[in-house]
């Protein structure tokens, strides 16, 4: 993805939740919707929905670490 629209983005956010416009919640909301995309999924969430081992998901996912939790991203 294009850097400068990474960055167009970040700072409409950051605009908005200065000026008050966007409350936890919203951006609690945001946070799921592009989860959503992502198809998020901590890896033991992720190993139980698709039958797999936790370290079977771990050693062969694609594994991020967002807040401190490690997540599986599956959404080829």
Excluded: P, W
Excluded at 24 to 37: A, F, M, P, S, T
Excluded at 53 to 76: H, L, M
């Amino acid at each position: 993805m294009n850097q400068s629209l990474i960055d167009t983005i970040c700072d409409h956010l950051s605009h908005r939740i200065i000026n008050g416009e966007l409350a936890n919640n919203d951006l609690v909301q945001i946070i799921e919707h592009v989860g959503g995309y992502l198809n998020l999924a901590t890896i033991s969430n992720y190993a139980k929905a698709n039958d797999l081992s936790y370290n079977g998901a771990k050693k062969f996912r694609d594994v991020v670490v967002i807040f401190d939790t490690k997540f599986i991203i599956d959404n080829q």
